[in-house]
């Protein structure tokens, strides 16, 4: 007797955003799987509330067409593979031409996210490696990777190991790395003018 076992569908992006699960449950769709979000812990949303507030002082303070949606996510060029990222700045003007903008709150060009942060916890790699190559295939103008635990290996925050906020700013393609720790200033192509710290993100966790 033979028996024929089922080989699980690989769903796109379009199924993603179509048949999202509604069970009040966080996911990302990742190589045509489902992956369910972890759910953060407190110091990593007190980091990231409080940046998305510095973000949106300096955007109304400059009256840019950026803002910081509550929840969106973002389709890789991979047919089957989309993020959830801890925060996005998004540019209104060139919403208007991502197809997924309004039908699902989702983008889809490197264009119309200025700036993608993702804060470390436990799967570092994931932001270190799938989707650092994502978002630079995408053309996403600036990545940061705030590493509050200092959990990332040391070939990308360096000896010794110790909180450190890399942001990758894409230069031909690619993106090159800047490191910050300490009392050292943000330095942001997206937001040339933010005045703020390394410790002052790690601090306002405290």
């Known amino acids: 007797m033979t028996t024929t076992q089922t080989i699980p569908k690989l769903l796109s992006f379009d199924d ?6 509604d069970n009040g449950k966080r996911y990302q769709l990742i190589e045509g799987k489902l992956v369910e979000m972890m759910r953060p812990i407190g110091k990593h949303e007190e980091i990231g509330g409080f940046v998305a507030l510095e973000l949106g002082l300096e955007i109304r303070r400059l009256n840019l067409p950026y803002f910081t949606p509550n929840t969106a ?4 060029k991979k047919a089957n593979t989309g993020y959830v990222p801890d925060l996005i700045v998004l540019d209104r003007e060139n ?11 989702s983008s889809s060009l490197g264009t119309s996210a200025k700036l993608v942060i993702e804060i470390v916890s436990s799967n ?3 932001d270190y490696l799938k989707k650092f190559d994502d978002y630079e295939a995408l053309g996403i103008e600036e990545y940061w990777i705030i590493d509050y635990l200092a ?30 720790k300490g009392e050292e200033s943000l330095i942001s192509r997206v937001f040339p003018e933010l005045v703020l710290t390394a410790n002052q993100v790690f601090q306002s966790a405290n």
């Not at 996510?73 to 890789?76: F, N, S, V, Y």
């Open 151 to 180: 959990k990332g290996a040391t070939r990308y925050i360096g000896t010794p190991k110790e909180p450190r906020i890399s942001i990758y700013q894409l230069i031909d393609g690619e993106y090159h790395p800047s490191l910050f």
């Open 73 to 76: 996510a973002i389709k890789a």
């Open 16 to 21: 993603y955003i179509n048949n999202y699960p």
């Open 95 to 105: 919403l208007v031409n991502d197809p997924y903008w309004e039908k699902a709150s």
């Open 124 to 126: 570092w790699r994931d």
